[in-house]
């Protein structure tokens, strides 16, 4: 038997400030978003009074940041009552991270913020009728976190009336949704219908789909039935948890408008089309105006040697190994913090060998951090979780950004990093902190690989044409000089003296990740005889007439 104390673990002690009170408010969220079914009413509600007690101690984007995080997590429907009563941005980043079932949404709606409420009525929810006969009163103070004017009333303390329903009502909530997931009821599964609703020919299996999508990546079209559980689902956005969408790769070749080859796609809905599918597509563009208006192509089911490996056992498994991750993170966050506590002499002097000691526990600690997180963001990528990429990067600031990061390390490593750029170099189409994670991750892989004293060069060139590319091109370090790329992808091999600074997970592991992480986002990752070439999506330019030409 498992008893899981973490949020007890985290609520223990007086308030933190500055930092410490942002990671604490971080960790509550986490712990009450996910599983809430395993967490006591009373454990719900402490977690919801320290959430509110730190809601002055915690600016606004540290908060908005932590719910981000979730991310399609938000599975507690008193979690999510609370944050819709903060700001609008933290209300529409909790809406977006949450993801409950249609009854729970049914009970929490009447406690929702009006913003929230509104957004889900948007979004074509629908609150169904016994429900509306009989609405639990909403008073616009569910446990609201002190810093939102829910009410022109000055503040109130823990003995006013007010609050004191506004807990109660939490309580009644929590309490409501731990009935109903005891005791709900097993639905027989309807046959399906065609579009009239009424009952017709059963379609007893479905192999392929003919469809066509609207400008924005939205199924408009659809070749025979049942086109409800089809139309409306979109192409454009990677599919999250266990909703309907294609992979990263899919999503990745409709944000460049490029065409798509066997890209996963996973429907949802009616039991004919649920499950996994091999989509291909072919962007279209208006004759007269040569204005891109959407995809046309067909899905299908995938063979027995493409569907090997994507089981719903793999789904548990990546689950688990989530899971796994998070309660990792929060005693190496506690131990980071500690080890900055003594190393920094914040509760009084501590000698040279003591701090030195609390500084290695802290490198030590910050680099399986890194590791946990390195690991997170590969299943991320794998199961199509990790968010889109939208925005654009300049180059000078991604190289100034590597300089400050890389510098320990190149330090430690007696390497030379040497990166040119062959002007006109055009901005990244990705957001700065894609661009980042992947460069980060594929220079501290290659100065790992350096012996002492080696100059690394690289160099970022622009190539033009329809779809513009930035290429990046990194000479091959001394030690994976002649190794094969079999051998170098693989995560089970690593290099002659790898450690120390090296990454947690290996360099097969890092390499494979980038690579991974420039096919989302559109790119490739090669690596040839003398060189390691990257290249991702450049940003395109109206300027059709001013003709671009290279300098060194």
Same mark, same amino acid.
């Given at each position: 038997?498992?008893?899981?104390?973490?949020?007890?673990?985290?609520?223990?002690?007086?308030?933190?400030?500055?930092?410490?009170?942002?990671?604490?408010? @971080? #960790?509550?969220?986490?712990?009450?978003?996910?599983?809430?079914?395993?967490? /006591?009413?009373?454990?719900?509600?402490?977690?919801?009074?320290?959430?509110?007690?730190?809601?002055? @101690?915690?600016?606004?984007? *540290?908060?908005?940041?932590?719910?981000?995080?979730?991310?399609?997590?938000?599975?507690?429907?008193?979690?999510?009552?609370?944050?819709?009563?903060?700001?609008?941005?933290?209300?529409?980043?909790?809406?977006?991270?949450?993801?409950?079932?249609? =009854? $729970?949404?049914?009970?929490?709606?009447?406690?929702?913020?009006?913003? /929230?409420?509104?957004?889900?009525?948007? +979004?074509?929810?629908?609150?169904?009728?016994?429900?509306?006969?009989?609405?639990?009163?909403?008073?616009?103070?569910?446990?609201?976190?002190?810093?939102?004017?829910?009410?022109?009333?000055?503040?109130?303390?823990?003995?006013?009336?007010?609050?004191?329903?506004?807990?109660? +009502?939490?309580?009644?909530?929590? =309490?409501?949704?731990?009935?109903?997931?005891?005791?709900?009821?097993?639905?027989?599964?309807?046959?399906?219908?065609?579009?009239?609703?009424?009952?017709?020919?059963?379609?007893?299996?479905? =192999?392929?789909?003919?469809?066509?999508?609207?400008?924005?990546?939205?199924?408009?079209?659809?070749?025979?039935?049942?086109?409800?559980?089809?139309?409306?689902?979109?192409?454009?956005?990677?599919?999250?948890?266990?909703?309907?969408?294609?992979?990263?790769?899919?999503?990745?070749?409709?944000? +460049?408008?490029?065409?798509?080859?066997?890209?996963?796609?996973?429907?949802?809905? /009616?039991?004919?089309?649920?499950?996994?599918?091999? &989509?291909? /597509?072919?962007?279209?563009?208006?004759?007269?105006?040569?204005?891109?208006?959407?995809?046309?192509?067909?899905?299908?089911?995938?063979? &027995?040697?493409?569907?090997?490996?994507?089981?719903?056992?793999?789904?548990?498994? @990546?689950?688990?190994? #989530?899971?796994?991750?998070?309660?990792?993170?929060?005693?190496?966050?506690?131990?980071?913090?500690?080890?900055?506590?003594?190393?920094? #002499?914040?509760?009084?002097?501590?000698?040279?060998?003591?701090?030195?000691?609390?500084?290695?526990?802290?490198?030590?600690?910050?680099?399986?951090?890194?590791?946990?997180?390195?690991?997170?963001?590969?299943?991320?990528?794998?199961?199509?979780?990790?968010?889109?990429?939208?925005?654009?990067?300049?180059?000078?600031?991604?190289?100034?950004? &590597?300089? +400050?990061?890389?510098?320990?390390?190149?330090?430690?490593?007696?390497?030379?990093?040497?990166?040119?750029?062959?002007?006109?170099?055009?901005?990244?189409?990705?957001?700065?902190?894609?661009?980042?994670?992947?460069?980060?991750?594929?220079?501290?892989?290659?100065?790992?690989?350096? =012996?002492?004293?080696?100059?690394?060069?690289?160099?970022? @060139?622009?190539?033009?044409?329809?779809?513009?590319?930035?290429?990046?091109?990194?000479?091959?370090?001394?030690?994976?000089?002649?190794?094969?790329?079999?051998?170098?992808? *693989?995560?089970?091999?690593? $290099?002659?003296?790898?450690?120390?600074?090296?990454?947690?997970?290996?360099?097969?592991?890092?390499?494979?990740?980038?690579?991974?992480?420039? #096919?989302?986002?559109?790119?490739?990752?090669?690596?040839?005889?003398?060189?390691?070439?990257?290249?991702?999506?450049?940003?395109?330019?109206?300027?059709?007439? $001013?003709?671009?030409?290279?300098?060194?």
């Amino acid at each position: 038997m498992r008893f899981d104390d973490r949020l007890t673990t985290v609520l223990k002690g007086s308030l933190p400030e500055g930092q410490g009170a942002a990671t604490q408010w @971080r #960790q509550v969220i986490d712990l009450l978003a996910q599983k809430p079914g395993n967490l /006591a009413n009373q454990d719900v509600q402490a977690g919801l009074t320290r959430l509110r007690d730190l809601h002055d @101690r915690v600016s606004e984007q *540290d908060r908005l940041g932590a719910v981000q995080s979730l991310n399609g997590r938000l599975r507690s429907a008193p979690l999510l009552v609370y944050l819709t009563a903060d700001s609008d941005m933290i209300c529409d980043a909790a809406m977006a991270a949450a993801d409950l079932t249609q =009854e $729970i949404c049914e009970d929490a709606f009447p406690r929702l913020s009006p913003r /929230a409420r509104a957004t889900l009525q948007s +979004q074509g929810f629908v609150v169904a009728d016994d429900k509306q006969d009989k609405p639990i009163p909403f008073t616009g103070k569910v446990a609201p976190p002190p810093g939102r004017s829910v009410s022109e009333e000055p503040a109130i303390d823990s003995a006013d009336p007010a609050e004191q329903l506004a807990e109660s +009502q939490i309580s009644a909530l929590v =309490e409501k949704i731990a009935d109903y997931q005891k005791n709900r009821p097993v639905e027989k599964p309807h046959p399906a219908t065609h579009d009239g609703g009424h009952t017709g020919f059963l379609v007893d299996s479905l =192999e392929t789909i003919r469809f066509e999508t609207d400008e924005s990546g939205t199924i408009n079209w659809t070749e025979g039935p049942p086109k409800g559980a089809i139309v409306g689902v979109t192409i454009a956005q990677p599919a999250f948890d266990d909703g309907p969408g294609p992979d990263a790769y899919g999503a990745a070749a409709f944000r +460049q408008r490029m065409p798509m080859e066997n890209a996963r796609m996973r429907l949802c809905g /009616a039991a004919v089309v649920t499950g996994d599918w091999r &989509m291909s /597509a072919i962007p279209y563009f208006s004759e007269e105006t040569g204005r891109f208006e959407g995809y046309r192509g067909i899905m299908r089911r995938p063979n &027995m040697a493409e569907d090997a490996g994507h089981s719903g056992i793999d789904v548990e498994r @990546r689950e688990q190994l #989530q899971q796994l991750i998070h309660e990792l993170r929060t005693p190496l966050n506690a131990v980071i913090g500690f080890s900055e506590i003594i190393e920094q #002499q914040l509760f009084g002097p501590a000698s040279y060998e003591y701090r030195s000691l609390a500084r290695n526990i802290m490198d030590e600690a910050r680099r399986l951090l890194a590791g946990f997180e390195d690991l997170d963001i590969a299943v991320k990528v794998d199961s199509g979780q990790l968010p889109e990429s939208i925005g654009t990067t300049k180059a000078d600031w991604l190289f100034e950004r &590597m300089t +400050q990061r890389l510098q320990g390390l190149t330090q430690s490593n007696v390497v030379e990093l040497n990166i040119s750029k062959a002007e006109p170099v055009r901005p990244f189409a990705l957001d700065g902190e894609s661009v980042e994670r992947i460069f980060a991750r594929l220079l501290s892989a290659a100065i790992i690989s350096c =012996e002492n004293g080696e100059t690394l060069k690289g160099e970022l @060139r622009t190539r033009i044409g329809l779809q513009p590319t930035n290429r990046f091109t990194l000479s091959r370090p001394s030690r994976i000089k002649d190794i094969p790329e079999s051998v170098l992808l *693989d995560p089970s091999q690593g $290099i002659d003296g790898e450690g120390g600074e090296s990454s947690l997970l290996g360099l097969g592991f890092s390499l494979r990740l980038v690579r991974n992480l420039a #096919q989302s986002a559109g790119g490739s990752l090669t690596i040839n005889e003398d060189n390691i070439a990257l290249t991702l999506p450049a940003a395109t330019t109206s300027k059709i007439n $001013i003709r671009e030409t290279e300098s060194e």
